[in-house]
Antibody, heavy 124, light 111 residues
Framework: QLQLQESGPGLVKPSETLSLTCTVS??????????WGWIRQPPGKGLEWIGS????????????LKSRVTISLHTSANSFSLTLSSVTAVSLTAADTAVYYC???????????WGQGILVTVSS | QSALTQPPSASGSPGQSVTISCTGT?????????VSWYQQHPGEAPKLMIY???KRPSGVPDRFSGSKSGNTASLTVSGLQAEDEADYYC???????????FGGGTKLTVL
């Protein structure tokens, strides 16, 4: 049974970069069976797809977040990561406060296996 | 504002059926048979209930079914049970530049 676990800081300042890691167990991220995705959910609100990465390293990002997001594979650690940055004069805001989930992603079949989620709060 | 439109709430009594709609456009729901549905209980991660409009992952009861007509997809829960009370989200593929768009979610209450 595939299991995913998010890790990273729970509090990030607006001027900083949000960085999270998803560690996969029960299967290899290089298997080619899945893409690997990130989804977030602000408190009390709905789900938003952030982006996904294919096992080859090809990335796909939500157009509304594309300029601020980087997703990378770390095959030796069987993990993948999310970086959400403040770009030029635009800093992270309270709108980036959310529970961040990692999940397996097949564009046609949806998000099957999910991590438990990690709450990240953006605040000075 | 979410890309897909869902009613904010739905309800039904135990044993009854309830249908939740998910309306998009010809660029997402209407353009592909790639609609999925998720169940989320408070404090938990979402759970995939339906994929490719009508298919159920292993372990999902056959009380859950999906359908689509034009730009609107639907999730039907038959024989409502107390444990079905949860938030439900739809999602659709929206092309190679936007792999997934979500609905705003529907809170299902079992009366």
């Amino acid at each position: 049974q595939l299991q995913l676990q998010e890790s990273g800081p729970g509090l990030v300042k607006p001027s900083e970069t949000l960085s999270l890691t998803c560690t996969v167990s029960g299967g290899s991220i290089s298997s080619g069976i899945y893409n690997w995705g990130w989804i977030r959910q602000p408190p009390g609100k709905g789900l938003e797809w952030i982006g996904s990465i294919h096992f080859t390293g090809t990335t796909y990002y939500n157009p509304s977040l594309k300029s601020r997001v980087t997703i990378s594979l770390h095959t030796s650690a069987n993990s993948f990561s999310l970086t959400l940055s403040s770009v030029t004069a635009v800093s992270l805001t309270a709108a980036d406060t959310a529970v961040y989930y990692c999940a397996t992603h097949h564009p046609g079949r949806g998000f099957h296996y999910w991590g438990q989620g990690i709450l990240v709060t953006v605040s000075s | 504002q979410s890309a897909l439109t869902q009613p904010p709430s739905a309800s039904g009594s135990p044993g009854q059926s309830v249908t939740i709609s998910c309306t998009g456009t010809s660029s997402d729901v209407g353009g592909y048979n790639y609609v999925s549905w998720y169940q989320q209980h408070p404090g938990e991660a979402p759970k995939l209930m339906i994929y490719e409009v009508t298919k159920r992952p292993s372990g999902v009861p056959d009380r859950f079914s999906g359908s689509k007509s034009g730009n609107t997809a639907s999730l039907t829960v038959s024989g409502l049970q107390a444990e079905d009370e949860a938030d439900y989200y739809c999602s659709s593929y929206a092309g190679s530049n936007n792999l997934a768009v979500f609905g705003g979610g529907t809170k299902l209450t079992v009366l």
